[in-house]
């Protein structure tokens, strides 16, 4: 039963525009999602974060926007950078909890 | 500091071998995890540890030991390992319950553990 779901594994972007990396989850209990980039041979980088209580939180060239209604987020890059290169995983937790549910992640290129 | 550090980086062990990976963290967090995350797949948690005593055993088979001296450091300990356990092991730490803030976990750079 896969509660936190990314539909799309890869992703091209050219440099300089936006990407947007979509994640939907099941649980109407989760309320506190996250999103962290992962390079290979490396553990997961934190990026941002959303609170239910929200349904945009921006850090930078970073935003996240959440639609409870439709138990949807999706992190929005602009602009891309070769750099963002990497997979994103979306995460959710009960915000009492500490387990921390991922996705299955996106594999994002960016290119020149 | 926001590091995590996990060793060895990589390790490579029999079926028959008693082996540990270690996690250390201190950046003040009392809650520690263990994570495994097989090729193009998300991590899992395998435990949650909280103030030192451990708080979350996602069913994990009783070959993985987690063990947490003190505060800042984090043991996994293998023991008569499947080849279906090579993995990527991920340590992670944050914040423990009642957090102050909005908290995220920040993780090491894993074990790449191979079974032989």
């Known amino acids: 039963d896969q509660q936190v779901k990314q539909n799309s594994p890869s992703l091209s972007v050219q440099e300089g525009r936006i990407s947007i990396l979509n994640c939907d989850y099941t649980n109407s209990m989760f309320d506190y999602f996250l999103w962290y980039k992962k390079y290979p041979a490396e553990g997961p980088t934190f990026l941002i974060s959303i609170s239910s209580i929200k349904d945009k939180n921006e850090d930078g060239r970073f935003t996240v926007f959440l639609n409870k209604s439709a138990k949807h987020l999706s992190l929005h890059i602009v602009p891309s950078q070769p750099g963002d290169s990497a997979v994103y995983f979306c995460?959710?937790?009960?915000?009492?909890?500490?387990?921390?549910?991922f996705g299955t992640g996106t594999r994002l290129q960016v290119t020149l | 500091d926001t590091e995590v550090t996990q060793t060895p980086k990589h390790l490579v062990m029999g079926m028959t071998n008693k082996k540990s990976l270690k996690c250390e963290q201190h950046m003040g967090h009392r809650a520690m995890y263990w994570y495994k995350q097989k090729a193009k797949k998300p991590p899992e948690l395998m435990f949650v540890y909280s103030y030192e005593k451990l708080s979350i055993n996602e069913s994990v088979p009783s070959r993985f030991s987690p063990e947490c001296p003190n505060s800042s450091l984090l043991n996994l300990h293998l023991h008569a390992l499947q080849p279906e356990d090579s993995a990527l092991y991920l340590c992670?730490?944050?914040?423990?319950?009642?957090?102050?803030?909005?908290?995220?976990?920040?993780f090491g750079p894993g074990t790449r553990l191979t079974v032989t």
């Open positions: 995460a959710a937790r009960i915000r009492t909890a500490s387990k921390l549910t």
């Open positions: 992670a730490s944050s914040h423990a319950f009642p957090w102050g803030r909005q908290d995220e976990q920040y």
